[in-house]
T-cell receptor, first 117, second 111 residues
Framework: DGGITQSPKYLFRKEGQNVTLSCEQN?????MYWYRQDPGQGLRLIYY???????QKGDIAEGYSVSREKKESFPLTVTSAQKNPTAFYLC????????????????FGPGTRLTVL | RKEVEQDPGPFNVPEGATVAFNCTYS??????FFWYRQDCRKEPKLLMS???SGNEDGRFTAQLNRASQYISLLIRDSKLSDSATYLC????????????FGGGTRLMVKP
């Protein structure tokens, strides 16, 4: 059964370290997204990618970087430049209209909880 | 003004009650509307899309009022398992497939 996986589930980082969060999907989706969610708040878009080898900044891209070398994978690096990285990070993907799910529906991975020590 | 606004709640209701949530959006050009459900410490999952004519899925009814730019979700005969946060979601103007998420409304159904 197809889906989106994220790893690790929990991640602890020391200040000044870069860390990379993994996101893999086997849904054959073209578009992938990274969001950040803080307690009691909605999701905020960090980066997105509509096709392989192309990605765009979202609303809060500062201190983050991404790559999209393969359709299935969209890793997110949280750099030391991100001043307040402790949050719940969610990866999502979306297929083409007419495929699985409602038009514009985004499917989410289980998330990674990042804590800065 | 936030692009998508919701009352954060919590809404505390007894089992069997009917509860309604509203959501307002600022972008009059939005075309796609959704309700997502998010359980505590889990990822959001699509509950239902919202269509112009209104739509129903079992105990859940969604309505869209374009003139007033608000979306509603009605839950009838609430179950304990309905306890969750409900996120109102709309697509962005001039950004086709990008979505904007509201902050969510928390529902707690009590026995």
């Amino acid at each position: 059964d197809g889906g989106i996986t994220q790893s690790p589930k929990y991640l602890f980082r020391k200040e000044g370290q870069n860390v990379t969060l993994s996101c893999e999907q086997n849904l054959n989706h073209d578009a992938m997204y990274w969001y950040r969610q803080d307690p009691g708040q909605g999701l905020r878009l960090i980066y997105y990618s509509q096709i392989v080898n192309d990605f765009q900044k979202g609303d809060i891209a500062e201190g983050y970087s991404v790559s999209r070398e393969k359709k299935e994978s969209f890793p997110l690096t949280v750099t030391s430049a991100q001043k307040n990285p402790t949050a719940f990070y969610l990866c999502a993907s979306r297929g083409l209209a007419g495929g699985r799910g409602a038009y514009n529906e985004q499917f989410f991975g289980p998330g990674t909880r990042l804590t800065v020590l | 003004r936030k692009e998508v606004e919701q009352d954060p709640g919590p809404f505390n209701v007894p089992e069997g009650a009917t509860v309604a949530f509203n959501c307002t959006y600022s972008n009059s050009a939005s075309q796609s509307f959704f309700w997502y459900r998010q359980d505590c410490r889990k990822e959001p999952k699509l509950l239902m899309s919202v269509y112009s004519s209104g739509n129903e899925d079992g105990r859940f009814t969604a309505q869209l009022n374009r003139a007033s730019q608000y979306i509603s979700l009605l839950i009838r005969d609430s179950k304990l398992s309905d306890s969750a946060t409900y996120l109102c979601v709309v697509n962005r103007h001039n950004a086709g497939n990008m979505l904007t998420f509201g902050g969510g409304t928390r529902l707690m159904v009590k026995p």
